[in-house]
C-alpha cells in the first residue's frame, strides 16, 4: 500500500492509514460487513487510548486485539512502567509525560482504580557536569512540573542507602511514579467498551494492494470496513504493515534524533495526531 500526507503515523507504535473518504461509508452492502468509523488493530496502550478517545468524540470504532489488551506478548503487558518527567532538553516530552499522567489519573479515579498509578516519586540521579539533568532542570521549571534539587549532602541524608559520588545531585520528582501497565491498559480498554467501542480479538492482516485501504481483513475470516484504520500493533507493526515502518524510520529518525515510544505517548500522540487528521480529514 501506498503512504502518502493523508496517511498518519504514529512514531513506532501505531499507523493510519486513511480509507474512504466520509464518515462510516461501506464498501459493501452493510449485510455482507461490518462497517465503523475506524477500525483500532492493536489493544495495547496505543491502540487502546485511540480507541478510547475516537469513542469520545463520537466515532464508531472497532479495537482489535489478537491475544486481547495489554496481554503477555504485548509491550504494554509488564506489571509496571515507570511515568516520569525528566527527558534532557526534550520539552515535548515532559510536556506529553504530564499530560499523560493527568489523563492516566483521571480515567482511574473516574473507574475508582486509583491503585493503578503508584506515586512512588522517581528520583534523576547526575553526576555535577552531567548536561541532560541540567536541561531537565530548566524544562521541569518552564513547564511547571514539581520537584526538587537536592545537593549531595541532602541526597545522602534522604537516601541513605545510597552512596552519592562527589559533586553528585539529584532531581526529585515528587509527582512521578508507577503506572500499574497490564491493569492500567485493561481499564482503558473496559472503559473504552463501557462508552460503545466494540471489542474483537482476532488478527488483523496486513493491507493488500496498493491506493486507499478500503476493508481490513481478519484471519477468522471476517472483513471488516471503516473510513480510517489504525494500526497500533507495537512490535509486530513491521511485520503487519511492513511499508509503514521504512516510512517511520525515514520519517522520523531525523527530526527525533531516536525512536522512542512509551506508555507517555499515547494520549497526546493520539489527540495531537489521529485525532486532528481524522477530524480534519472526515
Ligand atoms: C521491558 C520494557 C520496559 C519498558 N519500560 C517502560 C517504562 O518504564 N516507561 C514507559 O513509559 N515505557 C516503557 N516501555 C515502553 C512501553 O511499554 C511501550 O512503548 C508501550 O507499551 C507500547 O505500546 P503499544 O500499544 O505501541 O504496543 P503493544 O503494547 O505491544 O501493543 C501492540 C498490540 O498489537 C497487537 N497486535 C499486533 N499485531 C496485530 C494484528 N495483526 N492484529 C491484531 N492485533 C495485533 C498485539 O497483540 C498487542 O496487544 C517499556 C517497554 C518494555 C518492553
Redo the contacts with the bound molecule.
Keep these: 500500500m501506498k503512504f502518502d500526507r493523508r496517511t498518519l503515523l504514529i512514531g513506532l ?2 499507523t493510519a492509514a486513511l480509507g474512504r473518504a466520509g464518515r462510516g461509508q461501506a464498501t459493501a452492502p452493510a449485510a455482507a460487513r461490518k462497517t465503523y468509523d475506524v477500525v483500532v ?7 487502546t487510548w485511540i480507541a478510547w478517545h475516537l469513542r469520545r468524540a463520537g466515532r464508531s470504532v472497532l479495537l ?4 486481547g ?3 503477555a ?6 506489571e509496571s ?3 516520569r518527567m525528566s527527558y534532557g532538553p526534550d520539552e515535548i516530552y515532559t510536556r506529553l509525560s504530564w499530560r499523560s499522567l493527568g489523563m492516566w489519573k483521571e480515567l482511574f479515579a473516574r473507574v475508582g482504580r486509583a491503585e493503578l498509578f503508584q506515586r512512588t516519586g522517581v528520583l534523576w540521579m547526575a553526576l555535577a557536569d552531567t548536561q541532560s539533568a541540567k536541561d531537565s532542570l530548566a524544562v521541569l521549571e518552564k513547564v511547571g512540573v514539581p520537584h526538587e534539587t537536592l545537593p549531595g549532602r541532602e541526597l545522602a541524608k534522604r537516601f541513605p542507602q545510597l552512596r552519592v559520588e562527589p559533586g553528585g545531585w539529584a532531581i526529585w520528582e515528587p509527582e512521578s511514579g508507577a503506572l500499574l ?1 497490564r491493569r492500567a ?1 485493561a481499564a482503558v480498554a473496559a472503559d473504552a467498551v463501557a462508552a460503545g467501542v466494540e471489542m474483537k480479538r ?4 496486513a493491507p493488500e494492494g496498493s491506493g486507499k485501504l478500503s476493508s481490513l481483513r481478519l484471519t477468522n475470516g471476517e472483513t471488516v470496513s471503516a473510513a480510517a484504520y489504525v494500526y ?5 507493526l513491521g511485520r ?1 504493515v511492513p511499508a509503514a515502518l521504512s516510512f517511520i524510520v525515514q520519517r522520523c529518525a531525523r527530526p527525533l534524533g531516536r525512536l522512542e ?4 505517548e ?1 494520549l497526546a500522540i493520539a489527540i495531537q495526531f489521529v485525532l486532528s487528521q481524522y477530524c480534519m480529514t472526515l
Design positions: 507504535g501505531a488493530a492493536g489493544a495495547g496502550c496505543f491502540g482489535l486485539d489478537a491475544y489488551p495489554a496481554n506478548r504485548a509491550s504494554s503487558g509488564g512502567r515507570v511515568i501497565a491498559v482476532a488478527v488483523a492482516l497500533a500493533c507495537g512490535p509486530w503487519v515510544l512509551t506508555l507517555r499515547p
